[in-house]
């Protein structure tokens, strides 16, 4: 039951693996796509928000994976991320776009890809379709790999030179 974008709906929007493997079974059930993707969203900006959206119109459920703060860690060094990891979670479920948020540890989803059985693998256009983590075993079982174009000009990285800038 939503509650008006409060509390547990958004809660309940973020799940353990096992916990979204079984939210997931009703969409399956009935041949609903199941998109997937992944990232950092640390700074959750405009350019998150579109590409996000462009991602959900993709399939009927869409499911982000969310790196934890340690693998941002190991992934973009020391000082990142910026927002902690249940801050970030939080941010995205408030998205209407987004149907689930699920946090993993690893630096690539390949894990979390293979367990769900995604329909459709998007990434940003920023990536060649062979180097997306899982895109080889998505594409074995018939799943299609997308890439959304990312809104020009907008980075959680610019946004943080931008900050530093001002901060002189």
């Known amino acids: 039951m939503r509650t008006g974008g409060r509390g547990p709906f958004l809660k309940s929007k973020i799940k353990t693996l096992a916990g979204l493997k079984k939210a997931l079974l009703p969409f399956k059930a ?46 973009k060094g020391p000082g990142r991320p910026v927002l902690p990891e249940r ?3 939080r941010m995205l479920a408030a998205l209407e776009s987004v149907d689930f948020v699920v946090l993993f540890s690893e630096d690539t989803p390949i894990r979390l890809i293979e367990s769900l059985k995604p329909d459709v693998l998007v990434k940003g256009s920023d990536w060649k379709k062979s180097q997306i983590a899982g895109s080889g075993f998505v594409r074995s079982y018939g799943g ?10 907008r980075s959680t990285s610019a946004i943080i030179k931008k900050i530093a800038a001002l901060n002189r």
């Open 30 to 75: 009935k041949g609903k796509r199941i998109v997937f993707t992944n990232g950092c969203f640390d700074l959750l900006h405009y350019g998150h928000a579109m590409y996000l959206e462009a991602a959900r119109r993709k399939g009927e459920a869409l499911v982000v994976g969310l790196n934890s703060d340690a693998s941002i860690r190991r992934l």
């Open 87 to 89: 801050d970030r979670a």
């Open 144 to 153: 299609r790999v997308l890439t959304i174009k990312l809104a020009q000009g």
